[in-house]
């Protein structure tokens, strides 16, 4: 296993890492690796000095090998382990064939709550046609880093519910029957929604109203105002704070920092809102920094959700 010495120079060559980039934020990673060679939305580097955080999956471990056959090729994959999701920019028919003698792994979508099965999910692609690159430790348990739902088009006043199912899902926990939440940032109220399901008591908070029909669910109570002038001793202790509010993010790592300060929640789930657009110019006012702080905080972790947009998702726990 591993690197042939007669095989053609490897494209992973100098580098350590693949990142998977989202099409729609592949501009933000690429100034996150600052050097980088890019296949197919493939991103092959070094692993930069601090956390990268706009992609869909990093390959963590990965390495070249060579096959002479088909089925050469999927022995290779399956004497690791079960699971591999290929990501095909070339060899597609190639591909096609060695995805076919693997293991099926399911893209079904997902019931929520959905707990991941402890089997890792691997990755790998063609480099032509005798050349796999393949990592079987990836930073996403979800093929390619995609998650879908069912979607439930009757009970959620919004579609925001679906991030916070992906970020729980990850998380892999779930606020339990009885569980007090604050949802900063609730309305129309897709989040406060989804934590009534589950039985939690939820403090819904926002500058506009909840749904009406959210606001008349059993354990919620809504509070008009600015969730940032809120200190954390007015609302008491907490299981759980979750925080989708449209807001600078400075302003919510301040209000977090006071929040971990005062020892009075366990665990955070929370978007990190950008402020710059998508476009060539507007990207250069993207912050890459408070990201960054906010993944130095004891425990917890950044990501950027399958289900995320113009944002990241810092999970505090
Ligand atoms: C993307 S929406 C939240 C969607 C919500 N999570 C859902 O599932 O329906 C952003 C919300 O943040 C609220 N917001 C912005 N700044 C706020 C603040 N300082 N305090 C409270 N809510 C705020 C806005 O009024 C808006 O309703």
């Known amino acids: ?23 729609a934020f592949a501009g933000h990673l690429e100034r996150e690796l600052g ?54 920019w070339t060899q597609f028919r190639r591909g096609a064939l060695i995805a076919q003698k693997l293991p099926p792994i399911s893209r079904k979508p997902r019931p929520f709550p959905w707990v991941i099965p402890d ?7 063609l480099l032509d046609h005798r050349t796999l690159a393949v990592s079987a430790d990836c930073t996403s348990p979800f093929p390619a880093g995609v998650i879908d739902f069912p979607e439930d088009h ?26 007090r939440c604050f949802d900063a ?50 609302i008491g202790p907490i299981d759980w704070l979750f925080c989708d509010a449209a807001c600078y993010p400075q302003r919510l790592l301040g209000w977090i920092e006071k929040w971990l300060a005062s020892g009075l929640c366990k665990r955070f789930v929370c978007t990190i809102k950008m402020q710059g657009s998508l476009d060539g110019t507007g990207a250069n006012t993207v912050d890459f920094d408070t ?23 810092w999970l505090g726990f």
């Open 119 to 125: 089997t890792p999910m691997g990755a790998w692609t």
């Open 185 to 234: 940032g609730a309305s129309p109220g897709g989040w406060t929604w989804t934590l009534a399901n589950l039985g939690a008591s939820v403090v819904a908070c926002d500058r506009t109203p909840l749904d009406a029909r959210i606001a008349a669910l059993p354990g919620v109570t809504f509070v008009k105002h600015d969730a940032f002038t809120l200190n954390p001793q007015d």
């Open 291 to 313: 990201p960054r702080r906010f993944a130095a905080l004891p425990g917890g972790r950044v990501v950027h959700l399958y289900h995320n947009k113009h944002e990241l998702t």
């Open 154 to 179: 009757h009970g959620p006043p919004s579609r925001a519910y679906l991030k916070l199912w992906e970020a729980l899902v990850l998380a892999g926990s779930f606020p339990a029957a009885g569980e």
């Open 1 to 23: 296993m591993g690197v042939l010495p007669d095989g053609p120079p490897p494209l992973l060559g100098p580098y350590t890492r693949v990142f998977q980039a989202d099409p």
């Open 35 to 88: 050097v980088w060679e890019e296949r197919g939305g493939l991103y092959f580097a070094e692993s930069p000095p601090h956390p990268v955080f706009w992609h869909r999956n990093l390959w963590e471990a990965p390495f070249i090998a060579q096959f002479d056959s088909i089925s050469g090729a999927a022995k290779i994959l399956r004497d690791i382990q079960r699971n591999w999701a290929p990501i095909l």
